[in-house]
């Protein structure tokens, strides 16, 4: 039989186990109250960042709405305005079209150009090797005014080229081109500076000189 300092000594013992288990408890109880904390505070975060996600991508979705929409006006904006031009050089029904997709975050565009109306209209995708020279010209030309009208912030409003019509008729010079050109200078208030070796084109313009090389000088007369 244990005697009782024996057994006073046992519960003092026992006693002093008790309140260290009672102290790990307690912090167990710490530290498992700070992982569920932690464990709120990330699914906190989980639910806002899937909240913000689905807002960026209805932000996305709704400003490709409004690029394509853009899109879809500038380019019929710049339709019109060539295809007013063109028909006004020659004479009959000329229309671009201008078709853009974006393929891989990639924009691809093309143009095609209907010539004519109704049953004999063609329609031509290859402007460059089916539509001829003179039409490229006029077509090049109303692209570089477009450009240069519409950029922002603003550019000096001089456009200067060199031989731009060279494959139109001589003919038409003065008539058509003519025309157009001082009907873009005056709608744009654009100013044109043109080296041309056509004589004809000097007759539509509001100042023309004429340069010519003698030897190894030049001289230069004002025509008009």
């Known amino acids: 039989?244990?005697?009782s300092s024996e057994t006073s000594q046992r519960y003092k013992a026992l006693s002093a186990k008790a309140a260290a288990i009672?102290?790990?408890?307690?912090?167990?109880e710490g530290t498992v109250t700070a992982l569920q904390d932690i464990l709120t505070q990330e699914q906190e975060r989980e639910r806002q960042s899937a909240a913000l996600a689905e807002e960026l991508g209805q932000a996305g979705t709704i400003l490709q709405s409004l690029e394509a929409g853009w899109r879809q006006h500038f380019e019929s904006v710049v339709a019109n305005l060539i295809s007013g031009g063109l028909s006004a050089v020659f004479g009959e029904p000329v229309s671009l079209t201008i078709e853009s997709r974006v393929v891989r975050d990639v924009l691809s565009t093309e143009l095609k150009l209907t010539m004519g109306d109704g049953a004999r209209a063609i329609v031509?995708?290859?402007i460059l090797g089916g539509a001829g020279g003179s039409v490229v010209n006029v077509l090049s030309l109303l692209l570089r005014v477009f450009l240069v009208t519409s950029m922002r912030p603003p550019m000096r409003r001089l456009l200067v080229l060199d031989e731009p019509f060279a494959f139109i008729d001589e003919y038409e010079m003065p008539q058509t081109v003519g025309r157009l050109l001082k009907e873009l200078s005056e709608r744009l208030d654009l100013q044109f500076l043109i080296v041309s070796h056509e004589p004809a084109l000097a007759e539509s313009a509001d100042v023309a000189y004429e340069v010519r090389r003698q030897g190894t000088t030049a001289t230069v007369r004002r025509t008009q």
């Open 22 to 28: 009672t102290v790990e408890l307690g912090v167990l």
């Open 1 to 3: 039989m244990p005697t």
């Open 124 to 126: 031509i995708s290859d």
